[in-house]
């Protein structure tokens, strides 16, 4: 059974840091292409950072470029995402996505507030 698990996610000040996981089960990591989402309230889910099968390329939305790095770690089946110099914007509930098999985890929130 495909399953996606994130973590990490939490309440942070502005300038705070986060980092999330994505663990994946039932399917080998390093087969996908590999993402991260997320969706603020009233809002659709948009697309934040992919990383490719072994880490050799990577893309971020513009509105994170510099701030986030997504990384992988296919021996452990995990990815994560780096959050850096966060900002209230940044507020949303944040979800991983593997291309391979089309499946999403349940989402992890990541609220930025002083």
């Known amino acids: 059974q495909v399953q996606l698990v994130e973590s990490g996610g939490g309440l942070v000040q502005p300038g705070g840091s986060l980092r999330l996981a ?3 089960s039932g399917f080998t990591l390093s087969d996908s292409v590999m993402s991260w989402y997320r969706q603020a309230p009233g809002k659709e889910r948009v697309l934040v ?3 490719t099968t072994f880490g050799v ?3 971020y939305a513009d509105s994170v470029r510099g701030r986030f790095a997504i990384s992988r770690d ?3 089946n995990t990815m994560y995402l780096q959050m850096n ?3 209230p914007e940044d507020t949303a509930v944040y979800f991983c996505h593997a291309w391979l098999v089309g499946s999403w985890g349940q989402g992890t929130q990541v609220t930025v507030s002083s």
Do not use: F, R
């Open 57 to 59: 390329g990577t893309n």
């Open 22 to 24: 994505c663990a994946a």
């Open 49 to 51: 950072a992919t990383i």
């Open 74 to 76: 296919n021996a452990k």
């Open 85 to 87: 110099s966060l900002k």
